[in-house]
């Protein structure tokens, strides 16, 4: 939302605002709460990171946790500066990081190895180059929900082959949080008018981001679950501190 005062980065160039006001706290950043929500993503994605590669997982999940910490950083830089350019490098890494949710969701059962990246890469440099040169504001939401509802239907194969209890109870968190932050979400776009006359908002973007920090968070988990499932390397849910779950695993000697 606009606010009258001066601004470092220039007019507003987004196709995109959120129910905040602009340049509030500073002249350097737009949108505060929308940009320093994002930074519970980029720790837990940091620590998935650290999960993933101390026990040399497979490398399909160290590069989703760095997707996960690209996207915070480029949702930070959008909602800072609400510039078209980093506009782009945010939705951009959106669709990116569903490509490779949907190859390491598929991949195990698909016959031909090198075919799924190789169209997954060219689709996902195609939409990049398309979506550089065009603007569809309503276009790109859907195209993204569709690539989201490509997932639903293995998350939930994966759920229901899955035995263990713990594992099933994170599986159970991402849905959770997932539904609170599309309530947030579509609360902040519904009621702006409403909320932007309270003397305190919610900022229903802001909790958006960091319940989607932690989705992805329990996502990924479940996944690395179930695909330590596959290989045989008998994991188990764990918890950090007595809180935040992660996948322990033992791989046979020969690995």
């Known amino acids: 939302?606009?606010?009258?005062?001066?601004?470092?980065?220039?007019?507003?160039?987004?196709?995109?605002?959120?129910?905040?006001?602009?340049?509030?706290?500073?002249?350097?950043?737009?949108?505060?709460?929308?940009t320093m929500s994002n930074i519970p993503s980029i720790i837990l994605s940091?620590?998935?990171?650290v999960?993933?590669?101390?026990?040399?997982?497979?490398?399909?999940?160290s590069i989703l946790h760095v997707s996960n910490m690209i996207l915070a950083i480029g949702?930070?830089?959008?909602?800072?500066?609400?510039?078209?350019?980093?506009?782009?490098?945010?939705?951009?890494?959106?669709?990116?990081?569903?490509?490779?949710?949907?190859?390491?969701?598929?991949s195990p059962d698909w016959h031909y190895k090198s075919t799924m990246p190789t169209f997954l890469f060219l689709y996902g440099a195609l939409f990049a180059i398309f979506h550089s040169q065009i603007r569809f504001d309503i276009g790109f939401k859907v195209h993204y929900i569709m690539l989201c509802l490509l997932c639903i239907p293995r998350m939930y194969k994966y759920y229901i082959h899955t035995q263990d209890k713990p594992a099933k109870r994170v599986a159970k968190l991402y849905i959770i949080t997932l539904l609170i932050g599309l309530s947030c979400w579509i609360s902040d776009r519904l009621f702006c008018k409403s909320?932007?006359?309270?003397?305190?908002?919610?900022?229903?973007h802001?909790?958006?981001h960091l319940f989607m920090a932690f989705n992805s968070?329990?996502?990924?988990?479940f996944l690395m679950f179930c695909r330590a499932q596959q290989r045989g390397w008998n994991p188990r849910i764990e918890h950090f501190m007595g809180l935040l779950p992660y996948v322990?695993?033992?791989k046979p000697k020969a690995e």
Request: glycine residues 4%; proline residues 3%; hydrophobic residues 45%.
């Open 51 to 61: 999960i993933a590669l101390s026990q040399r997982f497979e490398k399909r999940f």
């Open 46 to 49: 940091f620590f998935g990171l």
């Open 75 to 106: 949702s930070m830089l959008f909602h800072a500066t609400l510039q078209r350019l980093q506009q782009q490098g945010d939705e951009t890494p959106m669709v990116w990081e569903m490509l490779l949710y949907i190859y390491i969701l598929y």
């Open 195 to 204: 909320v932007s006359r309270w003397h305190v908002n919610p900022q229903g």
């Open 206 to 208: 802001a909790l958006w």
């Open 1 to 34: 939302m606009a606010f009258a005062t001066s601004s470092f980065w220039g007019p507003v160039t987004s196709s995109t605002e959120w129910c905040e006001q602009n340049y509030v706290y500073s002249s350097y950043i737009a949108e505060f709460y929308n």
């Open 248 to 250: 322990k695993i033992q």
């Open 217 to 221: 968070y329990f996502a990924n988990e």
